[in-house]
């Protein structure tokens, strides 16, 4: 089942078009992959209207009148901010403000893996007026605010509460205000110095126009608000905002206030870490989204994301076998977009397997590169992963062999990329198994070599010390090394086993020919003579 056409044909039985795709982050710091989510998920949609006719349009909003609440645990020097809007922080380096500044690493990102909104900033819009009357109808109509905040979240709001923060005249910070009262032109505020724990107001009192930027709708009523004001009738969010009496629920129950429809909703799971532990912008856990777009391409790092359903977690840990097995799956949905609908190819066994029409048009809905559109071989990750470790490998004779054929331009840039990107992962993330590096040292593990296994090694050491004086490929020596374990009568498996313990430390590894030709004849005999 490919979910974006399931999905667009229900968006299409409740509302009619144009649609207005949207999604909406505050920027408060580097902002985890989780949020990329959000993004893809509306993106795939919005392009999937497109793609049957329909008319779309597909923004995105940095709510940036956010007040700073944490200080982000990578930064320092920032204490002081707290409180104040996002947009009137300095950022980390450079001229933007601290909200434009983590706004455009993420932009960068979502941009890389093929999502293209319009980016709106809601601190802009405020100040343009388009907030104007919303503003003003949440404070006329505060009663009925009071009371969907009681019957949907169970708050109790007292008397004289509004649902407006101003921005402090005196101390520029917000999210210390509190609104005492309205007279249908200027509203009265204390910037209190006990409002909130993580923020100190400078105790001010005064009178403001709250109007053209200068105060904002609290978050549960700010939501819906920009759902009024866009005329927004397509936004998901992550499923924590949609429990009853969230966010979500709130922002459904003010849309009768507002008078607007509610938009579609696509409550989404979350990206997961290997624990389980939802990934937090401010508490720096899991991956940031720069990352991600620097250690995967942009189809493989899109596909991540869409080839699992919205409702399904994605766990995602680029510490284990997570890179390979997506590149794997990657390829396999590859395989069946370059197979003609009439197609069929045989596994292993010889069973025939018809052409995956789902997987394709995963494969097809993360392609963002013309060259992929082109049937093209898909050289494996993993076994490229190991024979970049070995200089004495020409990658693209094997590719070649692999293939069976020479290899077309746009196949030589994909393996270009795959060879960068392999780099990136073992340097940076994969785990010990797939790093084979010779052992300057003899290896722990040769103390537990049975006989026959130190016999075969010292046999291997004299064939090479003969054999080996003559320039004979990597290929043939592992099917000399072969045939010496027929002689020799020793299974396979524990001689080739014997060979990547005493070499590596490992009990497995790449082809024996490969490791022993790149370590060098010398190296290799040296050590199966000491043993």
């Not at 200080?71 to 204490?79: E, H, K, Q, R, T």
């Not at 989404?268 to 870490?273: A, N, Q, R, S």
């Not at 991600?292 to 391409?297: A, G, M, R, Y």
């Amino acid at each position: 089942m490919y979910w974006p056409e399931v999905l667009s044909k229900e968006i299409q039985s409740k509302l009619k078009e144009p649609y207005h795709v949207d999604d909406m982050k505050t920027p408060s710091g580097q902002i985890h992959i989780g949020s990329l989510r959000g993004v893809l998920i509306h993106d795939v949609i919005h392009k999937q209207f497109l793609k049957e006719g329909k008319q779309s349009e597909y923004t995105y909003i940095y709510n940036d009148m956010d007040p700073m609440n944490k200080v982000p645990v990578y930064l320092n020097g920032y204490d002081s901010e707290l409180g104040k809007p996002l947009f009137n922080i300095k950022a980390p380096e450079g001229d933007l403000n601290f909200a434009e500044y983590f706004a455009d690493i993420f932009t960068n990102a979502f941009n890389t893996i093929g999502a293209n909104p319009t980016i709106l900033y809601s601190s802009q819009m405020y100040k343009a007026g388009k907030f104007n009357e919303v503003i003003k109808e949440a404070l006329d109509k505060v009663e009925e605010i009071r009371k969907v905040y009681q019957e949907v979240a169970g708050y109790e709001k007292p008397e004289g509460w509004y649902p407006v923060q101003v921005i402090c005249p005196q101390c520029g910070k917000v999210g210390t205000t509190i609104v005492t009262g309205w007279d249908g032109t200027n509203v009265q505020f204390e910037c209190k110095t006990d409002l909130v724990k993580w923020a100190v107001g400078c105790g001010f009192k005064g009178e403001i126009y709250p109007f053209d930027g200068n105060a904002k709708l609290m978050w549960k009523v700010d939501w819906p608000a920009h759902w009024k004001v866009l005329g927004i009738n397509v936004e998901g969010a992550g499923k924590d905002h949609s429990s009853a009496g969230g966010s979500r629920d709130m922002a459904v129950h003010l849309c009768k206030m507002f008078g607007i429809p509610e938009p579609m909703d696509i409550p989404y799971e979350w990206f997961l870490t290997k624990e389980g532990t939802k990934m937090s912008t401010s508490k720096g856990i899991g991956m940031y989204a720069k990352d991600l777009i620097e250690l995967l391409p942009p189809e493989v790092a899109r596909f991540l994301i869409l080839r699992t359903h919205y409702n399904s977690a994605i766990l995602f840990d680029p510490n284990d076998d997570t890179v390979p097995d997506l590149y794997d799956e990657f390829d396999r949905c590859g395989k069946n977009y370059y197979m003609k609908e009439d197609e069929a190819t045989f596994d292993a066994k010889g069973n025939k397997i018809d052409k995956d029409i789902d997987a394709s048009k995963y494969f097809e809905s993360a392609i963002i590169r013309d060259h992929f559109k082109t049937t093209n071989f898909l050289p494996r990750f993993r076994t490229l992963s190991v024979l970049i470790q070995m200089p004495s490998i020409d990658i693209y004779e094997w590719a070649k062999t692999e293939k069976g054929a020479e290899l077309t331009e746009s196949e030589k840039t994909i393996l270009d990329e795959r060879i960068a990107f392999a780099n990136i992962w073992l340097k940076s993330y994969a785990p010990e198994k797939y790093l084979f590096r010779f052992s300057e040292n003899i290896p722990e593990g040769t103390k537990d070599l049975t006989d026959a296994q130190k016999a075969f090694l010292k046999s291997v050491s004299e064939m090479l010390q003969t054999i080996y004086a003559q320039d004979k490929t990597a290929d043939e020596l592992q099917f000399d090394i072969y045939e010496l374990t027929k002689k020799m009568v020793i299974p396979s498996k524990d001689a080739f086993k014997a060979i990547y313990i005493s070499l590596i430390g490992k009990d497995s590894g790449p082809k024996a020919g490969w490791l022993i030709k790149d370590i060098g004849y010398a190296n290799v005999v040296e050590r199966f003579s000491s043993l």
